[in-house]
Nanobody, 117 residues
């Protein structure tokens, strides 16, 4: 059974930092593209950052220079370090695992991030 368990969300003032974690089980972590998506109220879910099995990363323009995605292969965990948070970063953040070979996507349940001014 595949599980993606997020943690690290919370409330912070603008300009602050948070680090999200997502631990995966039931998948071969090393061959999956791992990513973070977010969904704000009334908006569509959007990609925030992704890390491929080959080590490439990509970011949404809105978070470049502020957010960093990383992965710990020994712990089957990805992280999203979020600095200089803005009120517009407020959303539910979801962990995502994608298998390019099988075209299968898995989702975590999400963790709330609230940034206040």
């Amino acid at each position: 059974q595949v599980q993606l368990v997020e943690s690290g969300g919370g409330s912070v003032q603008a300009g602050g930092s948070l680090r999200l974690s997502c631990t995966a089980s039931g998948i071969i972590f090393s061959i999956h593209t791992m990513g973070w998506y977010r969904q704000a109220p009334g908006k569509q879910r959007e990609l925030v950052a992704a890390s491929t099995s080959g080590g490439s990363t990509n970011y949404a323009d809105s978070v470049k220079g502020r957010f960093t995605i990383s992965r710990d292969y020994a712990k089957n965990t990805i992280y999203l370090q979020m600095n200089s948070l803005k009120t517009e970063d407020t959303a539910v953040y979801f962990c995502n695992a994608y298998s390019p070979a099988r075209s299968i996507t898995y989702w975590g349940l999400g963790t709330q991030v609230t940034v206040s001014s």
